[in-house]
């Protein structure tokens, strides 16, 4: 209801979301990155903040964050199948996976529809809990080499929104403007001048995601490649 009245804040979203990170924390949702719980708690606040945000400025032109989510949710609904997961994670990705076909029909370029402020935060923190639970649950800290694989591997399937945060924040920065407001210097934004269409640009940076999904359930579950070759792909 707010959303809808008003603008909100950057600190106001900082706020929502680090509450959003403490509750999954109070609730068993925490990556297990060390051997220090303290650790780990910083580290799971931080992963929902970034997500949450990376996703929020994401929604930047017509269809591009909902198609991005349902590629994302259909890898982790992958990976649950492979995996023998609690049922109670496959019936929320699927349920979210209905709700974003039935959206995406209405905001496709002119939209109809816009999920706003709070949509695209409720989107982050769904991916980033369903996240900790499936990417991370295996997570050990071994060795550097092997850690900071595995830290690759976990992000790989959201290479295109950090890629996306980096290059406006440096943008924003460089041009001594606040990083946190919003302008048309997104990767999405640079596509559709090619393109010239918000749907063909969409569908491009989704279609780099499945395959970089792709990519992921290759190296995650059936590969069976040296160490090294899978570092290398």
Known sequence: ILDEFENLQPITKLLLQTITGFLLIWSGFIIPISDYFLLNYFFTIVWVVFISNAINMYDNIDLALITFSLIILTILIIKLFLNNFPIAYLIISISYLGCFLCFSMFNFYPSKLFMGDVGSF??????????????WVDYEFDNLITSFYQLLLNNLIFLIIILDVILVF?????????PFIGDTNHISHKLQKIFNSPNISAVALSFLTLMLGIVYIFLSEFSNLTFIINFII
């Open 122 to 135: 409720q989107i982050g923190a769904i991916l980033s809990a369903l996240t900790i639970k499936v990417l």
């Open 170 to 178: 440096f943008i924003r920065v460089s041009k001594k403007r606040n």
